[in-house]
């Protein structure tokens, strides 16, 4: 082995489904040294004998012992306490989030795997699991060295970390420049008082009662806070306390290592985001959308109101792309995105399932023709000409419209009658609205209603993309390219 090889972070995966191992085999093992084992028990058996990975993917949902137990008897060895957990799980509800935070997860991967986020989030907590041990130490040495804190001054003084050290009421006796720098007071400024002068009023109170719990159990305790600048902005800190003993184990004082992790928070955000929106256009995409539909299925049977599905197709949109190229088609459907959401209302959702075919969710739409009615404003201000670098290009719509309760009660039932409204618009001359009719089932060929629908056990974003696997919408796209 050459001994100037980097050495390469190692991940155990633990899934009991084969075919979810070898996908996270693939999308990872060029970068990181992966294990892998089928079961929680057989995991906790490797671990045992191997040296402990520095990341760990787990799935929930598995025989006999699932990824809760098995991640609450990793936190509860020392040897395996420390290390990252983050979970593969098809369930997005609260519920199950909170139960695995409280088990020890760090993270959360959702199936079906985007392997962009899978990757990020990968990268990311392995870094911050890095930087943490580092801290870890750096505060371990300051416990241990107290009585040589003088010497150790002039490297506190030049950390890159912002550093407080108090009394044990809790008072400030010392701030390092990197505080001043990213706190804007100078140790002048808060020379005895209490770091809550920090506070932003936006940390959960539960965070402070915890933190507290722990520093009176005279034990480290790490958390995020989020505080407020001399200048008034808000950032995210992750802070890192410890109590410092002296010889006879009593306290003393307090060293607190904080970082600015806003930057991170916000690459959190924007992978969430990204995750559930089309890149182009920023609105929902195929998953978050049918996720809406199903929320506003529960919202009108719960208040016995209607909604409307809507299809949207732009008519001869290829033409355009292949006469001025993809720069100007993606400007044309940006601007047509733009233009579906002057016509709903804040209410609604707007989606973008794919090329140029959109959908919009209208809740609460009382009588029929209101549905219409938007339909109508959508076709008329699609019609209106697109001005792309000095040129008038013209399109049109097909729109299928299609309403709950009268064509459908579910998300996949909706959206195959509003998905042949639409059809029938295109068949019917393009440019022009269609209401859903029963009689469009059999225009549209559609011989197999099982092709609309898909496992019972899958969620929205799941069902809606039984649309994509039906041998009728593919033959409908074909046609929308004549």
């Known amino acids: 082995m050459n001994p100037c090889a980097v050495q390469r972070s190692r ?83 609260a519920d199950s989030e909170t139960q695995a935070l409280a088990a ?57 970390t912002s550093i407080i050290i108090t009394g044990l009421d809790a008072t400030i006796q010392y701030v390092n420049p990197c505080f001043t720098e990213e706190t804007g007071y100078a140790l002048q400024e808060v020379m005895g008082q209490n770091p809550r002068f920090l506070q932003s009023g936006l940390t959960d109170r539960a965070t402070f009662a915890e933190m507290w719990r722990c520093l009176s159990r005279g034990e480290p305790w790490i958390g995020e806070m989020i505080n407020r600048r001399k200048s008034g902005e808000v950032y995210w800190e992750e802070a890192h306390i410890a109590p410092v003993k002296d010889a006879g184990g009593q306290i003393t004082h307090y060293v607190v290592v904080k ?74 459907l940006q601007e047509a995105a733009r233009r579906l959401g002057a016509c709903v209302r804040e209410s609604d959702t ?55 309760p009268d064509h459908g009660e579910d998300p996949i039932e909706l959206a195959k009658c509003a998905d042949c409204a639409m059809y029938c618009a295109k068949q019917s001359g393009r440019d022009n609205v269609k209401l859903f009719q029963a009689g469009m089932l059999e225009m549209s060929e559609i011989s197999d209603p099982e092709q609309w629908s898909s496992r019972p056990d899958a969620g929205a974003a799941e069902n809606s993309a039984a649309l994509q696997r039906n041998p009728h919408h593919a033959m409908q796209k074909n046609a929308q390219k004549e």
């Open 104 to 160: 020890g997860a760090v993270d959360f991967i959702h199936k079906p795997i985007n392997k962009d986020v899978l990757r990020a989030r990968v990268r990311l907590h392995l870094q911050l699991a890095q930087r943490t041990a580092a801290l870890q130490r750096s505060l371990a040495e300051i416990e241990q060295a107290q009585q040589q804190l003088q010497v150790l001054s002039t490297a506190i003084d030049q950390s890159p």
């Open 350 to 404: 707007l989606g973008r399932l794919g090329g140029d075919e959109f959908v919009a969710l209208l809740l609460d739409v009382g009588a029929t023709d209101n549905a219409l009615s938007v339909a109508d404003k959508i076709n008329q201000t699609l019609r209106q000409p697109f001005i792309v670098d000095e040129k008038a290009l013209s399109l049109s719509s097909s729109i299928g419209v299609a309403l709950y």
């Open 11 to 93: 991940i155990l995966i633990v899934d009991d489904t084969p075919a979810n191992v070898e996908i996270l085999l693939g999308l990872l093992e060029d970068d990181y040294d992966t294990r892998f084992a089928l079961s929680g028990r057989q995991a906790l058996a490797l671990l045992r004998r191997i040296e402990p990975p520095d990341l760990i993917l787990l799935d929930v949902m598995m025989p006999e012992m699932d990824g809760y137990a098995v991640c609450a008897a990793l936190k509860g060895d020392p040897r395996t306490a420390a290390i990252p957990v983050l979970f593969i799980t098809a369930k997005t509800d």
């Open 259 to 332: 970082m600015d992790i806003t930057e991170r928070k916000r690459a959190y955000e924007r992978i969430a985001y990204m995750a559930h929106h089309d890149a182009l256009t920023e609105l929902p995409n195929r998953a978050l959308f049918f996720e809406r539909v199903a929320h506003g299925l529960a919202l009108a049977r719960r208040r016995q109101t209607r909604l409307a599905l809507l299809f949207i197709d732009l008519d001869r949109f290829k033409a355009i792309n292949d006469r001025y190229g993809h720069a100007v088609g993606d400007t044309v």
